[in-house]
């Protein structure tokens, strides 16, 4: 097990014990609100891979390689790490080239963003 993931996981537990994180989960459409399902990929230096999937406004990270996930990222574990202390962003870690974006739109990372933003803003 990694640094990043073991960050990750923690701040995953809080999001699921955490309601308003929880509504960043859920989109409206046509004025009805659906559960986003969404799954992140992780392929960071010197790590095992994982993944985080999201379904029914909970999240849940796992070990190994989720073939078809929606957004696949690699990079620099330490810039998970600093995301998860409240010392930075997915957006940041993305324009610093800390984390690279192989496949899916930044928008919805940003929306994971999010998410670990309201829970740590909680403590």
Known sequence: MGIARDNLTKI?????????????????????????????????????????????????????????????????????VKICNGKGDFTHAISREEINVEKGKVMDIIRLTRAITLVLKAN
């Open 12 to 80: 995953i537990e809080k999001i699921n014990q955490n309601e308003k994180a929880q509504v960043v989960f859920v989109t409206n459409i046509a004025g009805k609100d659906v559960d986003w399902e969404m799954s992140f990929q992780f392929n960071l230096d010197i790590e095992d891979p994982f993944y985080v999937d999201i379904k029914n406004r909970k999240a849940i990270l796992l070990e190994g390689t989720k073939s078809d996930s929606v957004i696949v990222m690699s990079g620099d574990p330490n810039s998970i």
